[in-house]
């Protein structure tokens, strides 16, 4: 599935620092061994040093396959590793906080999963740790590195589209394990904070400003969690968003953006299209037909961790600075409070919630 070689579209391919950071992976979830540690061993400025799992026959396993060449049993005995200067943390989203904050106090840098936390309190607490300690830290959401997300981004704030008023968005799919964490309230599970928050980040990032107000309904499975989430967000000057986030129902990874002068529109595979080449229409107010622009395929996840490294190394600036996650945090925190109440909720600050 994915191609050797670092991707000639990476930001900061021309850069003569031959440092490489040294990574270690807490947890062996899916992502990491389908997406993370195959972009890990193929970065550009990464070496990818240790591997923790809780069994030691799983860890032996896995480090052999991916030729890691630390495996370690134990998080703890990980984060001792002084080799190790920077982690990623796959684990359940209730463990997160737990541990980014041991691997802050450890001195790594910590590139952990989305959702960054069960909440905005966490959140907060994580990046006043590595605000804190002097460590980097950053949400792994590797859909802001791909070239098409950046490419779109800037043809909105370019103005290609006039003003945006309108953003769609829908991340579903039909899970068919019922005992998986996702299901497990106790462990953040729920549609909303597992694809919900794509939704939410995009909107944000793409109009550049925070929602005031925010409604949704949701569908609550046996366990309590949320099986699928509809989300309306209200920006300032009239703007908004719709999220929607699903377990039941056929896979859809699309967004759209309705300007004032035109509409941008991904038919499909909006936050993963692997390596394909990634395509988007752009057509005008009257639905003309404005062009289908494609992007050559490319590695998000490897775009992802090289910017990760390139900000721990000092050779470039975090894109994606740990308040937005907050911020991203508290939207969620929103939208979950307002399709349990059946109100509208006023979406809170950094003072207030």
Known sequence: MFKEGVQKDSPSDFRQNTRRLRWGVLGSARVARRCVIPALNRARNGELRGLACR???????LAREHEIPVACASYEELLEDP??????????????????????????????EKPLALNAGEARAMVQAARDRGVVLMEAFM??????????????????????????????FRHPNPADTRFRPEMGGGALLDVGCYGVSLARWILGAEPEMVQAMAEYGGSGVDLTTVGLLRFPGGRLAIVESSFTSALQQTFSIMGTRGAIELPHDAFIPWEKDALFRLRGVNEEEGGVEVIPGADEYQLMVEHFADAVLGDAGLDFAPEESVSNMRVLDALARAAREGNRVAVGTDENG
């Open 55 to 61: 069994s030691e026959e799983r860890v032996q396993s």
């Open 143 to 172: 859909y802001r590195f791909h070239p098409r997300t950046r490419r779109i981004k800037a043809l909105v704030d370019q103005g290609a589209i006039g003003d945006p008023r309108v953003i769609r968005t829908a991340f579903c």
């Open 83 to 112: 080799q190790v200067e920077a982690v990623y943390i796959p684990l359940p989203n209730h463990l997160h906080l737990e541990w980014t904050l041991r691997a802050i106090r450890a001195g790594k840098h910590v590139l952990c």
